[in-house]
């Protein structure tokens, strides 16, 4: 009888220990207001994590057009955030544009900032957004859209393993070291036309069911997509590789758009599979006409 009583205690323990914790959203802005690192593993957080909550704000008015009365209102957040296996219920608001009031919310992150195994049901906003120490976002799932368009970083930046279930809209944003988007999935538009890469980027074993759009992009470095696979159009036109690209074991099953893209070496293209339409108009490698090159040094 005394097993069974410590085999159910054993158990009921263990179940005890898997029970994820849920916690209130504002609890975490109060924790930042009060300039507290927020730390949290193996959490759910319920409603929306709303940084416009945040107290050490400034107000900023567009003085460039004199008929312009919208105002920017800046949350500075100043304490560093760690997330591990949390779910959020709610959105994430770090950036909101109220049209009536003519105003634009925007979070400003000034410390480390960590999301790892998370799971976010709602919107992820930080549009405009200003991330000036490590910004880490490895193994997350975001059910609906994760907007991190015209954000600027500065540090590495990891979202490897990720799961986009809505579009991830990347439009604009600035990537100044390596960024690491390696065996991620795409499941709607990944937008990141104008983006700029001045680090290594890697997109090895992507998968893209979406729109992947990469017109426009500035690549300075070394960017690789080996074995990724591009379900729908990939477009890269008028996107330029100074320093070389791999699209080894690539599958473009769809449109593969590269008009007036411009290659440099190293350029791998090893059992690359174009299995739907193509476009290599103006295309160059190395100064030379695209298809010709390739000819001639297979």
């Known amino acids: 009888m005394k097993n069974v009583l410590f085999t159910?205690?054993?158990?009921?323990?263990?179940?005890?220990?898997?029970?994820?914790?849920?916690?209130?959203?504002?609890?975490?802005?109060?924790?930042?207001?009060?300039?507290?690192?927020?730390?949290y593993e193996n959490v759910t957080i319920n409603g929306d994590l709303d940084f416009r909550l945040i107290e050490d704000k400034e107000i900023e008015k567009n003085l460039e057009v004199i008929f312009n009365k919208q105002v920017t209102i800046k949350y500075h957040v100043?304490?560093?955030?760690?997330?591990?296996n949390c779910v959020f219920t709610g959105k994430i608001i770090g950036y909101y544009s109220d049209d009536v009031k003519?105003?634009?919310?925007?979070?400003?992150?000034?410390?480390?900032?960590?999301?790892?195994?998370?799971?976010f049901n709602k919107e992820f906003?930080?549009?405009?957004?200003?991330?000036?120490?490590?910004?880490?976002?490895?193994?997350?799932?975001?059910?609906?859209?994760?907007?991190?368009?015209?954000?600027?970083?500065?540090?590495?930046?990891?979202?490897?393993?990720?799961?986009?279930?809505?579009?991830?809209?990347?439009?604009?944003?600035?990537?100044?070291?390596?960024?690491?988007?390696?065996?991620?999935?795409?499941?709607?538009?990944a937008n990141f036309k104008y983006s700029e890469f001045d680090g290594e980027a890697k997109?090895?074993?992507?998968?893209?069911?979406?729109?992947?759009n990469f017109k426009y992009t500035e690549i300075d470095e070394y960017i690789d997509?080996?074995?990724?696979k591009f379900q729908s159009d990939a477009i890269f036109k008028?996107?330029?590789?100074?320093?070389?690209?791999?699209?080894?074991?690539?599958?473009?099953?769809?449109?593969?758009?590269?008009?007036?893209?411009?290659?440099?070496?190293?350029?791998?293209?090893?059992n690359t599979s174009f299995d739907g339409e193509t476009s290599f108009k103006y295309t160059e490698i190395e100064g030379k006409e695209f298809i010709t090159y390739i000819l001639k040094n297979r």
């Open 78 to 84: 100043n304490a560093p955030l760690d997330f591990s």
């Open 102 to 119: 003519k105003e634009l919310h925007i979070a400003m992150f000034h410390e480390n900032v960590r999301f790892s195994k998370c799971t």
């Open 8 to 39: 159910l205690v054993l158990i009921a323990l263990s179940f005890i220990g898997f029970t994820q914790v849920s916690v209130d959203a504002n609890e975490i802005i109060s924790k930042i207001n009060k300039g507290e690192a927020a730390r």
């Open 203 to 212: 997109f090895s074993a992507c998968e893209f069911r979406g729109l992947a």
């Open 125 to 189: 906003l930080v549009k405009y957004s200003e991330f000036d120490k490590l910004a880490s976002f490895p193994e997350n799932k975001f059910e609906e859209l994760a907007l991190f368009k015209y954000v600027e970083f500065s540090s590495e930046i990891d979202f490897s393993k990720s799961i986009f279930e809505e579009d991830a809209n990347f439009k604009y944003t600035e990537f100044p070291m390596l960024v690491d988007f390696s065996n991620s999935k795409f499941y709607e538009e």
């Open 238 to 270: 008028y996107v330029k590789f100074p320093e070389g690209v791999s699209f080894e074991n690539v599958l473009f099953d769809d449109f593969a758009d590269f008009k007036y893209a411009k290659f440099y070496n190293p350029v791998n293209l090893d």
């Open 225 to 228: 997509f080996s074995n990724t």
